[in-house]
């Protein structure tokens, strides 16, 4: 069995505990990859992020942004995370936990030839051009270069080809059920809870109104952007494409989800720390 690490960086609490992982793994004789930034820290040969598809198993130690980027190079391997943040929507193993929790995923693994896992729709926003994004895990954002009044973007937003809204607005948000606690509902989107099959569609300060929308995981939403000279896109934060309007941006479910290992978070005990 090959079980990846990745520590926040930065964290030394991270680091400690992803040492302590370590140190149990090579005790059960399972094969430990360390990611670059966690293998400086802990004196070890570190792989690039983007490897870990290969893992069985790939242990996130950190908050969610940690998740997000450790599930972006771990593919449809399963990622199990342990919450050193302080909301771990994505995280469900507390600190003093992690050891235990692996081991277990570990003896599952060898005796079921898997470990326990939930999968998690991912979003992929592509463009008529023939760019595509890194699938997200939580959303994709697709607005204009500058926020605010006399900037934005008219958008049309089509539902399987039949047509949503078309308005002016800062921009637009796709979110899957996992973002729906992050970025789409700071924009004012519904929160949905974990195994709902549904993408949400929030518009961002559209000038008309423009009520979020949930659609099915299987369906196609396409943004049409025009105004400005360019736009941007990007998926969850990080990967993003600059396009010269007019575009049109189709999203879609992702071929592979992600995969969410461990035990299930506490929905509704997360929520209350976002108070």
């Known amino acids: 069995m090959r079980v990846g690490i990745v520590a926040q960086r930065g964290n030394s609490r991270a680091a400690y505990l992803a040492a302590d992982v370590r ?28 490897e870990f598809d290969a893992c069985d198993l790939v242990v996130s130690i950190g908050g969610d942004g940690t998740f997000l980027f450790t599930a972006r190079g771990a593919g449809s391997t399963p990622v199990l995370g342990v919450n050193l943040g302080e909301v771990g929507f994505l995280n469900a193993v507390a600190p003093e936990d992690a050891v235990a929790a692996v081991r277990e995923e570990v003896e599952r693994y060898r005796e079921r030839g898997e470990v326990r896992h939930r999968e998690a729709a991912r979003v992929v926003a592509s463009g008529e051009r023939g760019w595509s994004l890194t699938p997200a895990l ?29 308005t002016h607005a800062d921009g637009v948000i796709v979110a899957t059920q996992t973002g729906s606690t992050a970025y789409n509902l700071s924009e004012g989107g519904p929160l949905v809870q974990p195994g709902v099959g549904a993408f949400v569609v929030t518009g961002m300060c559209s000038r ?6 949930l659609t099915p995981v299987g369906g196609e939403v ?19 494409q600059r396009v010269r309007t007019p575009e049109v941006i189709t999203l ?22 976002l108070e």
Do not use: C
């Open 23 to 50: 140190e149990m793994l090579a005790g059960e004789d399972v094969t430990v990859w360390l990611d670059s930034a966690t293998a400086d820290a802990l004196d070890g040969n570190g792989y690039d992020v983007g």
């Open 138 to 166: 939580n959303e994709v954002v697709i607005q204009g270069e500058q926020r605010g009044h006399g900037h934005g973007v008219d958008v049309e937003v089509r539902v399987d080809g039949s047509l949503f809204e078309a």
């Open 208 to 213: 008309d109104a423009m009520p979020p929308l």
């Open 222 to 240: 396409t943004v049409r952007v025009d105004g400005p000279e360019h736009a941007v896109v990007s998926s969850d934060g990080s990967n993003s």
């Open 252 to 273: 879609e479910a992702a071929d592979e989800p992600a995969r969410v290992a461990g035990p299930n978070a506490d929905f509704f005990q997360a929520l209350n720390k």
